[in-house]
C-alpha cells in the first residue's frame, strides 16, 4: 500500500526542485513515507544557529489553535536539534538569536490536498497556524520553490525558513527546506513515535545539504 501510495505521489510531484531526494521504495516496508525539498540557492554554511519550539501545532478540525506540547512533541522537537547539532549547527536560546528557525505541524484528522507554488504560507487562514510575525517583523513568507502535497491524517511537517535573510515588513521570510512525513496510525503510541523520529532522522540522511 505504501509502495503504491509513494508512486501517485512522486508522479504529481514531477516538477519539485532537483534537491528533493526520493526514499529507496524497498525500503518503505513498515516505516513512514518520507520526503523533502529544498531551495538550491541556500548558502548552508552561512548559518551558524538554529531555533525549534519545544510544540508542535495540530492542524485538525478545530476552530481554535491547538498545540502540542507534551513530553512526547518535546522528544520529536529534540529529534530535530540533534539532527542539527550533528551538522555543525548550534541550537539557539530564543528565535531572535537564530539563523534557521525550524516549524513542526501534525495533521491530526482533516485530509485536503494542498497544491500552491505561490501563496504565501502553508494552510493560508488556518487558525494559529504560524504567521511570519511569530518570527518577526516580516510582511510574509513563502517558498522559493514549487510544492505539491497530498497531506492525510497522521502527517508530520518540518518547514526550516531563513531567519538571517534581509528583514523588514516588507521582505518575504524565505522557506528553505521543508519535509513531509506520512504513514498510517498503528494504535500504538510509542510505536508510532519511533517511527515518526526515524522519519525525522530519514529526512535528514535524504538532504545531506544542511551542513554547516
Not at 505504501?2 to 526514499?23: M, V, Y
Given at each position: ?15 519539485l526542485?532537483?534537491?528533493q531526494k ?5 525500503a ?21 544557529s ?30 530535530v536539534a540533534?539532527?542539527?547539532?550533528e ?7 530564543t ?13 491530526s484528522?482533516?485530509?485536503?490536498f ?5 501563496t504565501p504560507y ?9 504567521d ?15 510544492v ?5 491524517e497522521?502527517?508530520l ?6 531567519l538571517a535573510?534581509?528583514t ?7 522557506v528553505v ?7 498510517d496510525?498503528?494504535g500504538?503510541?510509542?510505536f ?7 522519519g525525522?532522522?530519514q529526512?535528514?540522511?535524504?538532504s545531506?545539504?544542511?551542513?554547516k
Amino acid at each position: 500500500m505504501k509502495k503504491k501510495r509513494f508512486i501517485l505521489l512522486a508522479a504529481a510531484a514531477a516538477a519539485l526542485a532537483s534537491c528533493q531526494k526520493n526514499p529507496d521504495l524497498e525500503a518503505l516496508d513498515g516505516e513512514y513515507l518520507v520526503y523533502t525539498q529544498c531551495d538550491t540557492t541556500t548558502e548552508w554554511t552561512a548559518h551558524a544557529s538554529y531555533f525549534v519550539p519545544d510544540s508542535i501545532l495540530v492542524i485538525g478540525n478545530s476552530e481554535t489553535p491547538l498545540y502540542w506540547k507534551d513530553g512526547d512533541a518535546r522528544k520529536l522537537a529534540e529529534t530535530v536539534a540533534a539532527r542539527l547539532d550533528e551538522r555543525g549547527f548550534t541550537r539557539a536560546a530564543t528565535k531572535e538569536e537564530a539563523d534557521l528557525g525550524v516549524q513542526l505541524s501534525y495533521v491530526s484528522s482533516t485530509r485536503f490536498f494542498v497544491s500552491y507554488p505561490v501563496t504565501p504560507y502553508w494552510w493560508w487562514y488556518y487558525p494559529g497556524y504560524w504567521d511570519p510575525y511569530y518570527w518577526g517583523a516580516w510582511g510574509t513568507w513563502g517558498y522559493g520553490f514549487p510544492v505539491y502535497y497530498s497531506y492525510s491524517e497522521n502527517s508530520l511537517l518540518m518547514e526550516m525558513l531563513d531567519l538571517a535573510a534581509p528583514t523588514g515588513e516588507d521582505e518575504e521570510l524565505p522557506v528553505v527546506w521543508n519535509a513531509y512525513i506520512d504513514g498510517d496510525l498503528s494504535g500504538y503510541r510509542v510505536f508510532d513515535l519511533e517511527r515518526m523520529a526515524r522519519g525525522i532522522d530519514q529526512a535528514f540522511e535524504q538532504s545531506p545539504y544542511i551542513q554547516k
